[in-house]
């Protein structure tokens, strides 16, 4: 790795955790050079579907420290 990418990375790292997240999809959008327009429709609905579950009190929403314990095992 390049030192100026390694600065970026470790300023990155200190971000809040919100912030790194947009940093981090941002990233990996660009990584896709063809956008599938079937995709994208998709996943809008579902994650309005998602967030319309989460609004009304169906889902309850976990921390990343418990949701990753629950993916580690």
Not at 10 to 23: G, S, T, V
Not at 44 to 73: C, F, H, M, N, Y
């Amino acid at each position: 790795m390049r030192p100026d990418t390694q600065k970026l990375l470790e300023d990155a790292l200190k971000l809040p955790p919100e912030a790194r997240a947009a940093i981090a999809g941002t990233l990996i959008e660009s990584l896709d050079e063809a956008l599938d327009e079937d995709a994208l429709t998709a996943w809008e609905s579902e994650i309005a579907k998602r967030v319309q579950a989460l609004d009304d009190g169906a889902v309850k929403p976990i921390s990343w420290s418990e949701a990753r314990r629950t993916i580690v095992g």
